[in-house]
């Protein structure tokens, strides 16, 4: 007697959008780029953040805390960039000379997810390296706060203590230093979003690094460029649609510039800081899609 | 490739009117004051310049900061005025910048003038005593353009005016717009009350400011305040009936 009886067929319907997929794929992008050895240039970053604290021990303890703040949140804005831009730009090459790409795209992937996958493995490489940085950053800073605070108990007269030490407290910890952390986070984003797009119809790394290079730079000098020629009133026709037509292509990377202003210890409205996350977030989600149009129809 | 940069074209028109409130309320708030143009290129060099372009201000702002440091150390005013110009532009919302690169002018390059060894005129170092005032006093008021919220810069100001110029309607004038800030210090409303009070004809005026601050309660009534308070009251001939009962100072 045999058994006729046969198992259910498991379901092989394929879902549209798989979550699992995407996780997969940003992790293993991650997980290769760590094996870059990229966490190295944690060393520079300490060197710079430990550096500048001593370099500055003869200034006021506002300055020293002041130089502290910019040369940390400076470094991890460059930092964040260059990673932003370094990594994005080998995704898709490396990709397709060690023809990853194909093996992946045979399967049933589409290209939207395996975008998404790598897009994600870079941001979430940028969290941890802006973390790591801002760890960092923030126990020196906690050092040197100590330090300002022992040296003031010892020479300020009792009664002035409390607004002495108010002084202190303002002058190196904030509300505004982690909004400001975040704005480089999402303005690094900005940047690999903008790379991802260049690398969909780049020729080779070296061209995306170059012209994300590019337009980072003149993401940041054309709204003032802009400003300066057209208020000089010296603005032809031609100049105007010229600017007109940059400032359309190009991103407005000063709109998200914020750490300047909290280094300088200014208050940052919560809805002004909303609204630049919010505009960061749909610029990226743009970049992201356009850069998703380009390799969709991209001959692989 | 036509569509996709047709993509970024229609994106960028619909952001554009966004970008451009988000930069007025920017410019509201005083951020983003830097203005960038050839004297300042000139002043931080090219390099500098197209790096603060790039979006690293504060660092070049900071580095600026730090070599003025470093020229102050070696008693090179000059250059160390280049070096604090070129970072209070580039961060014009930094009040330390602003508040130190005064004091320095003001207080430890004037002294140094009249110190100078070098210069036996008498007359020329006063003249470059005043010069370095007139410089402290530019920093602090261009501070205060720059950041008209600052108690802190007022307050410099002020005391500029009261121990350098020895000017002291222009002293309760800049404590006195300090102590309107929502951050001024407690003692502000004080100190501009006392610059009046040195001011002739405007004694009755600041007779009636001390009292009103005196009747405040125990916060106020405080050694230079009663001090202050019964000198007006012997100048200005106050009846005996209306004189507060200033206290004598404890012996030690």
Redo the contacts between chains.
């Keep these: 007697m045999t058994a006729t009886a046969t198992a259910p067929a498991p379901s092989t319907r394929h879902q549209i959008f798989s979550f699992t997929r995407v996780t997969a794929i940003a992790s293993n992008t991650l997980l290769e780029l760590v094996r870059l050895k990229v966490f190295y240039f944690l060393l520079i970053f300490g060197f710079i953040v430990i550096g500048i604290s001593f370099?500055?021990s003869?200034?006021?303890f506002?300055?020293q805390h002041?130089?502290l703040k910019?040369?940390s949140?400076?470094?991890m804005?460059?930092f964040t960039w260059l990673l932003a831009v370094l990594a994005t730009a080998m995704l898709l090459p490396k990709d397709i000379e060690d023809r990853t790409l194909y093996t992946i795209l045979a399967k049933p992937v589409p290209r939207f997810e395996y975008l998404l996958g790598k897009f994600v493995g870079v941001l979430l490489l940028l969290f941890i390296a802006l973390s790591l940085m801002s760890m960092l950053f923030l126990a020196v800073l906690y050092f040197a706060e100590q330090g300002a605070i022992e040296q003031t108990i010892r020479t300020t007269p009792p009664q002035d203590l409390p607004?002495a030490l108010d002084q202190v407290h303002r002058?190196t910890f904030n509300s505004d230093l982690l909004p400001g952390i975040v704005v480089i986070y999402f303005k690094s984003a900005l940047c690999a979003a903008l790379t991802l797009?260049i690398s969909t119809?780049a020729s080779s790394s070296i061209f995306t690094v170059i012209v994300s290079v590019i337009a980072?730079?003149i993401g940041?000098?054309q709204?003032?460029a802009r400003e300066?020629y057209l208020s000089s009133g010296n603005a032809g026709p031609l100049a105007k649609a010229f600017f007109a037509?940059v400032?359309?292509?190009?991103p407005?990377?000063?709109?998200l510039?914020?750490?300047?202003?909290v280094?300088?210890?200014?208050v940052i409205?919560m809805l002004?800081f909303l609204?630049?996350i919010g505009?960061g977030s749909?610029?990226i989600g743009?970049y992201f899609l356009?850069g998703y149009?380009?390799f969709a129809g991209k001959e692989l | 490739m036509i569509i996709a940069f047709l993509m970024l074209l229609v994106f960028g028109a619909v952001r554009m009117r966004f970008e451009a409130d988000l930069e007025a309320e920017r410019k509201a708030l005083y951020f983003h004051g830097a203005k960038f143009n050839l004297s300042l290129e000139e002043r931080i060099g090219q390099m500098a310049f197209v790096a603060a372009l790039s979006g690293f201000r504060g660092p070049i702002a900071d580095g600026l900061w730090i070599y003025a440091h470093v020229l102050w150390e070696d008693v090179q005013w000059g250059r160390m005025k280049v070096a604090m110009d070129g970072a209070t532009e580039l961060q014009p919302r930094c009040i330390v910048f602003w508040e130190n690169a005064g004091w320095h002018m003001a207080y430890n390059a004037s002294v140094a003038a009249m110190e100078d060894k070098t210069q036996p005129r008498l007359a020329l170092r006063v003249k470059a005593q005043h010069e370095y005032w007139r410089m402290g006093e530019d920093y602090f008021l261009r501070g205060i353009q720059n950041n008209p919220d600052s108690a802190t810069l007022y307050t410099r100001l002020g005391s500029f005016y009261k121990e350098k110029l020895e000017d002291h309607a222009k002293a309760a004038w800049a404590y006195g717009e300090g102590a309107k800030l929502p951050n001024a210090p407690v003692f502000l409303h004080r100190f501009a009350a006392y610059q009046i009070a040195k001011i002739p004809g405007r004694e009755r005026e600041a007779y009636d400011l001390l009292k009103q601050y005196y009747l405040n309660g125990e916060d106020e009534q405080l050694p230079t305040l009663l001090t202050e308070l019964g000198k007006l009251q012997e100048k200005l001939k106050i009846p005996p009936e209306q004189k507060i009962a200033i206290p004598s100072a404890p012996h030690p």
Excluded: C, W
């Design positions: 370099f500055t003869k200034m006021t506002q300055e002041q130089a910019s040369a949140l400076g470094a804005s460059i607004a002058s797009l119809f980072a730079l940041h000098i709204p003032i300066a037509l400032a359309l292509a190009m407005d990377l000063r709109a510039d914020l750490a300047d202003d280094i300088a210890g200014n409205p002004l609204k630049t505009l749909t610029y743009v356009v149009f380009m």
